[in-house]
């Protein structure tokens, strides 16, 4: 996979309003959420190697029942096939 299509995907989320994801795993797993966080990789800085991701069921659980609670899952890059953007339904798709 194209170490930038990691970096291109956080740009374009980025500028979306509507945070909401649909990401479908090449397991063929299909998760609905939203992404608060990365992990860069340990051999190259500028690579987003893992995403945080928080489902939408986490997502409307009250903040103060997660202190102390890990919350979310953590996504390899890699191990993603396509993102849908709920805000214009468009998908980025990636190769394995």
Excluded: C, Q
Excluded at 31 to 42: D, E, T, V
Excluded at 50 to 67: A, C, G, Q, R
Aim: a neutral charge.
């Amino acid at each position: 996979m194209n170490a930038n299509s990691a970096s291109f995907f956080f740009e374009r989320y980025t500028l979306h309003k509507n945070k909401n994801l649909e990401i479908t795993l090449h397991n063929g797993k299909i998760l609905h959420g939203k992404i608060i966080g990365f992990y860069r990789s340990s051999s190259n800085e500028d690579e987003i190697e893992k995403w945080h991701f928080i489902t939408s069921h986490d997502n409307m659980l009250n903040p103060m029942e997660l202190i102390g609670v890990n919350t979310g899952i953590i996504i390899k890059h890699k191990d993603i096939d396509s993102i849908k953007f709920m805000e214009d339904n468009s998908i980025m798709n990636f190769k394995k």
